[in-house]
């Protein structure tokens, strides 16, 4: 068993080479994981609040959400569990176009995610402005579904998964990167696949 999984390791860093973090491998499906249940937002219900250390505080619909400029990552994602998807396609609104709605400011050092279900994760300023980061809702040219975050999660990709938090509803912006819910539970504060930053 042991030996299969170096085995397939091995193969999956030779594909791959550096894109590949060290502990990881690479799977062909997109694995569900959640604590607790699934939260059902429907377009029609969901809202996202931007708040704390901004300019102009706003509230988001869905129909605001999608009318704003839409941008496509192609990348690999990383779970803290050790799977690795690569060659992904994401579609939403990039971290930056969003905050050009609301001026962050220059005290704000981090940003804490809501979700719906109590979920939080947290994450370092220049962390989260990055233009890769999206607001996304379309994932491989079809609409989020709901076991991976839908109808919109956040997408860190550069970052272990669960930064990438499910079912976003609440962007606040805070002095301090204050821990979120599994960073309470001993997960790094912030979560870097090439450096293994799995746990604090």
Same mark, same amino acid.
């Given at each position: 068993?042991?030996?299969?999984?170096?085995?397939?390791?091995?193969?999956?860093?030779?594909?791959?080479?550096?894109?590949?973090?060290?502990?990881?491998?690479?799977?062909?499906?997109?694995?569900?994981?959640?604590?607790?249940?699934?939260?059902?937002?429907? &377009? $029609?219900?969901?809202? #996202?609040?931007? =708040?704390?250390?901004? @300019?102009?505080?706003?509230?988001?619909?869905? *129909? %605001?959400?999608?009318?704003?400029?839409?941008?496509?990552?192609?990348?690999?994602?990383?779970?803290?569990?050790?799977?690795?998807?690569?060659?992904?396609?994401?579609?939403?609104?990039?971290?930056?176009?969003?905050?050009?709605?609301?001026?962050?400011?220059?005290?704000?050092?981090?940003?804490?995610?809501?979700?719906?279900?109590?979920? &939080? $994760?947290?994450?370092? #300023?220049?962390? =989260?402005?990055?233009? @890769?980061?999206?607001?996304?809702?379309?994932? *491989? %040219?079809?609409?989020?579904?709901?076991?991976?975050?839908?109808?919109?999660?956040?997408?860190?990709?550069?970052?272990?998964?669960?930064?990438?938090?499910?079912?976003?509803?609440?962007?606040?912006?805070?002095?301090?990167?204050?821990?979120?819910?599994?960073?309470?539970?001993?997960?790094?504060?912030?979560?870097?696949?090439?450096?293994?930053?799995?746990?604090?």
């Amino acid at each position: 068993m042991v030996l299969d999984i170096l085995s397939r390791r091995k193969k999956d860093r030779e594909k791959y080479g550096e894109r590949l973090p060290d502990g990881q491998k690479v799977v062909e499906d997109w694995p569900v994981l959640t604590y607790g249940g699934t939260p059902r937002a429907s &377009t $029609a219900d969901w809202r #996202l609040r931007i =708040f704390g250390l901004v @300019e102009k505080e706003m509230e988001l619909d869905w *129909e %605001g959400l999608t009318a704003l400029p839409r941008t496509k990552v192609h990348t690999d994602i990383h779970c803290v569990t050790t799977w690795s998807k690569m060659d992904t396609n994401f579609e939403g609104v990039s971290i930056p176009d969003l905050l050009k709605q609301v001026q962050v400011k220059p005290e704000a050092k981090a940003v804490m995610a809501h979700c719906y279900g109590g979920y &939080t $994760a947290n994450l370092l #300023l220049d962390d =989260f402005i990055r233009d @890769e980061n999206l607001l996304a809702y379309i994932y *491989e %040219g079809e609409p989020l579904p709901a076991d991976h975050g839908g109808p919109c999660r956040l997408f860190v990709p550069h970052l272990y998964f669960w930064k990438s938090a499910k079912w976003v509803n609440g962007l606040e912006f805070i002095t301090e990167n204050t821990a979120g819910f599994w960073e309470r539970y001993g997960y790094h504060m912030r979560g870097d696949p090439w450096k293994e930053e799995r746990y604090s």
